[in-house]
Structures are given as structure tokens and as C-alpha cells.
């Protein structure tokens, strides 16, 4: 069992970076395979990222790639989401999940693949 907390989210103009972060609780965070989505309002939550449980494989969607990086620290029980150039598109509740993958290196770019999820963090990008 994992509980994932989300922050760093906010209000942001066009052009303009944000960092997300996600703290992991308990004791097995580099046994997990962990990802990002957002969802946007009326939309499917769509895929962002993805990194493996070592930070040595990564993963994102083309509509990111270039401008998003997702990075991780397994001492610290954090995986972050560095998001440069946004875009008002951009715009979305961005959520932070899990997947127990005992230290392959897969990454995971389907939203039922993940076991955890957090609560979600507000991102807004003013045009």
C-alpha cells in the first residue's frame, strides 16, 4: 500500500514553468514504477510521463515531449514533473500514480496499469 500526495501546482502564464512533485508514503517507493496524467475538464485523463523504478528509463507523451521532464529520488520518496513552456492545453487537474513493478525497467503509459493514484494537483496556464 502507497499513499501519494501531489503539489506545485498553480496559476501560471503562457510560456511559464511549473514543477510538480509527489512524496510517496512507506518504505518500498523504489519497488514502484510511477507515472503522470492529467485530465482536463470533459476530457479522459491522458498519459504525460513515465519513469521506471531506477529514473533510468523514462517515457512521455508527444504533446510534452521536449517541454516536460519527470525525474525521481528513491532515497526521498519523490518523483517530479518539471513542466517548461506551458501552454494553455496544459491546462488540467494533474495526477501522480503507481505501479508495483519490483525494479524492472518498464515504464507505464496506460491509466489501468497503475495501482496508486493521488488526489490531483490544479494546473492553470493563462494564454
Known amino acids: 500500500q502507497v499513499q501519494l500526495v501531489e503539489s506545485g501546482g498553480g496559476l501560471v502564464q503562457a510560456g511559464g514553468s511549473l514543477r510538480l512533485s509527489c512524496v510517496a508514503s512507506?518504505?518500498?517507493?523504489?519497488?514502484?514504477?510511477m507515472g503522470w496524467f492529467r485530465q482536463a475538464p470533459g476530457k479522459e485523463r491522458e498519459f504525460v510521463a513515465a519513469?521506471?523504478?531506477?529514473?533510468?528509463?523514462?517515457y512521455y507523451a508527444d504533446s510534452v515531449k521536449g517541454r516536460f521532464t519527470i525525474a525521481r529520488d528513491n532515497a526521498r520518496n519523490t518523483v517530479w514533473l518539471q513542466m517548461n513552456s506551458l501552454k494553455p492545453e496544459d491546462t488540467a487537474v494533474y495526477y501522480c500514480?503507481?505501479?508495483?513493478?519490483?525494479?524492472?525497467?518498464?515504464?507505464?503509459?496506460?491509466?489501468?496499469?497503475?495501482?496508486?493514484w493521488g488526489q490531483g494537483t490544479q494546473v492553470t496556464v493563462s494564454s
Open positions: 500514480s503507481a505501479k508495483i513493478d519490483y525494479y524492472s525497467n518498464n515504464y507505464y503509459s496506460t491509466a489501468p496499469a497503475y495501482d496508486y
Open positions: 519513469i521506471n523504478w531506477s529514473g533510468g528509463s523514462t
Open positions: 512507506g518504505r518500498t517507493f523504489s519497488s514502484y514504477a
